[in-house]
């Protein structure tokens, strides 16, 4: 997703970048599977604050931890950081968000408890 007009990453991606962070992390952890599993998590609530821009082809970086885990319900919170060493500002978060994941039965779409996998590795991120 190449820079917008104003030469850097439209804030759209910003939010693609959340998701992918926080999914990633609980796939590679074996918390979800996004196939096979009975379980999904549902996004219910988005928010965002940019601080400085981020552009391409620079890497970004990501850092995840859980604020509150409720019974069906996790608050994710994500910043993100430009990964090019060259830039004055790579220290500093570039964009910090949340979102609220509802996990739900993969059919019927209703809430259900967080399996105990997921407990186990978000008890890590918190």
Not at 20 to 44: F, K, P, Q, R
Not at 45 to 71: H, K, M, W
Not at 101 to 120: E, S, W
Request: proline share 6%.
């Amino acid at each position: 997703m190449d820079n917008d007009v104003y030469g850097h990453v439209n804030n759209v991606v910003y939010y693609s970048w959340f998701d992918t962070a926080v999914n990633g992390y609980l796939i590679e952890s074996g918390a979800i599977d996004i196939h096979a599993g009975a379980v999904i998590g549902l996004v219910v609530e988005t928010q965002c604050n940019y601080f400085a821009p981020l552009a391409f082809p620079d890497p970004v970086l990501a850092g995840i931890r859980v604020a509150q885990i409720g019974s069906s319900s996790v608050r994710y919170e994500v910043g993100l950081f430009s990964g090019n060493p060259a830039d004055p500002s790579a220290e500093l978060t570039a964009a910090r968000g949340h979102f609220i994941h509802v996990y739900v039965d993969k059919q019927t779409r209703r809430p259900v408890a967080l399996p105990p996998q997921l407990l186990t590795v978000l008890e890590k991120l918190k």
